[in-house]
């Protein structure tokens, strides 16, 4: 982890999963844990649950899948533009 | 037709499916049996790997957990879906680039020792025997109750079954079967869920009904609202708010999740498909389907806890619902009548000077001996007498184990018969295909890592598969065994260890390994000695020697102490191997390699 990356495709990777892991640490550990308290009294509530609430037990895992997808998504992209495209 | 002949009829119906697949899709080489040749979609390995993720314990109890305990229940909830985005986009991708067909196979080669190897291997083992037992025990019990047999002869039968599709199948067999077993438990849990939804709330969806207005009391409001001024009324905590600290929710949802990217038999599954670009979309399928179950589960807690309450709650025995009784037959509700009123009393922590709401002591109800008289079996409003001691503190009369969430569901909503019989087949499915998965990576860690990379590594293709069906039958010998013979209070601790050991030991050993050209094999091996030990030390002196709360580290429990054995294996291995000297040139190239995405061509086993 303290190498520098030196390679292009290897350093826009890292930036892509750092990104990533920020989104995954603030929906769950931010909005579930962290903040849940300020959260579930000053946002909006979804439907009639407390905000900090939903997210902890629903909205977290929603996220999750949706940065999944944004993942492999961006990933393949990346492959091919640095040529590293396989067929499936 | 009765609800036996239904049940019979469904999970025979499953079984036949379940057989059929694994006969068909045999393993013939060790490529087969270890990987399933490498040449599963990523959509039928998503199914897969999810009902190989998710145990009976998580099928039947876990709704349970999260009526009893509301908020703090999403630490489960997030900790094992959120491991899933650590172990994508840190893992799987690069260790499936690595080639190799099981996780001891990286940690030997990357950190060039045949000690990491071993360390490996003994985690892999420990984990893997910790999560099987459960799964038989829970297989035990099911077959008990719907054959009327003993617990014995239903792990002996259960058991059996695993043995003869895991065994005989390897990975390619298993792995078709559970995505038979995935669909099983997907209906089996969604469709009660519906129906209840619909009932309580008028929705369709139960997500979308868990955060709109119950209906069912004629007036409309909103359900949680609702949910949480009942448990204030009763004298429990409020079910959005929960008790736990906010240091221990985060410990123990990063330990979770941590944990999760670093077990095992987990990551192997990611090593069925072709290329690392599947390996990506087969991950996405996984956590969806993984996902079409979590979401559900808060709606069902929320649901049952309102259910059972308004049902049961200062109801007079006599006219309580029909299934009380089924369930105090079982042994999975007990009522015992503190006041002598004839009506059942339920009331939380707060009601009780002491500040405890249990009914009686000890953690389970024992019965009176059978041939004791009726007058010892039965009170006199006909309710099944205990025989443990009253706990007179606090005048709380009910009490029910955490699987009757989703056992009792259908029952308490009416459901009918074919719903009941479609939950005892999923939670078949969900044990059985979580015990053949952890099966076949106790055999490969045995036959492959143990037997052909570290005893006799002139082993040929043939004998390392006859090894491994071998291992297989021992480890699930072993498995039965503590399934008949459970080390009762020991197993639910042990999930404890299994998580706090893979997220102080292989979680940081196989981050690094990606991710540092540095780390060399004094620092890794020396990182997960000091994570384990220290994890392994604090479970221990808290769980089974004499530790008291009061002593916890920052009032960290040893559910979530595995979080700090992470932070500790990380500090050490990058300070000794800050120290010494740095890996040799071909490891270096090795670790510069998995990066690059392409020519990762069929897992092989070499």
Redesign the interface.
Known sequence: MKDAPSHPHRRACLRLVLGLLAVWFSVSFGCGILFREWLDANAPQIGSAPFGFWMAQQGAIICFVILLVVYAFLMNRLDAKHGYTEDN | MTQDHLNFIFIGISFAVYIGIAIKSRAGSTKEYYTAGGGVSPLANGMATAADWMSAATFISMAGT?ALSG?D??RF??GW??G???L???MV?YLRKFNKATVPDFVGDRYYSKLARGVAVGCAIFICMTYIMGQMRGVGVVFSQLFGISITSGVIIGGAIVFFYAGLGGMKGITYTQVAQYCVMAFAYTIPAIFIAMAMTGNVLP??G????YTAGGEAV????KLNNINTELGFAEY??GKLS?IN??CI??AL?CGTAGLPHVIVRFFTV?????V??S??WT??FI?VI??TA?AIGAFARVNLIEKLHDTSYQEAPYWLQEFEETGQMAWIDKNDDGKIQYYGPAKSAAGTHAVFQGKKPSYPILEATDGQLFGKHGQRLLANKVDTSNPNELWFGNDIMVMANPHMAGLPMWVIALLMAGCIAAALSTAAGLLLVLSTSISHDLMKKILKPDLSDKDEVRYARVASFLALAVAVYFGINPPSQFIAKTVAFAFGLAASSFFPAL??GI????MNREGAIAGMLCGILFTFGYITYFQFLDGTPDQYLLGITPEGIGFVGMLINFAVA?LVSAFTPAPPQEVQEMVENI?????SGEASHH
Do not use: D, W
């Not at chain 2, 868990?210 to 207005?213: G, M, N, R, V, Y």
């Not at chain 2, 909103?222 to 609202?225: G, I, K, N, Q, V």
């Not at chain 2, 991710?515 to 540095?518: C, D, E, L």
């Not at chain 2, 990066?595 to 020519?599: F, L």
């Open positions: 999260v908020y229940a999403s909830l997030m879906t959120g899933f985005v650590l994508t986009i840190l991708p997500q979308i868990l955060i709109s207005h909103p359900f949680l609202e959005t708010s906010t929710m985060f949802t990063a999740m072709k290329n690392v670009s599947a990506r979309k991950a996405c956590l969806l996902a979590y979401l808060p981050l690094m991710f540092s050209k540095r990058f990066h690059i995405p392409s020519g």
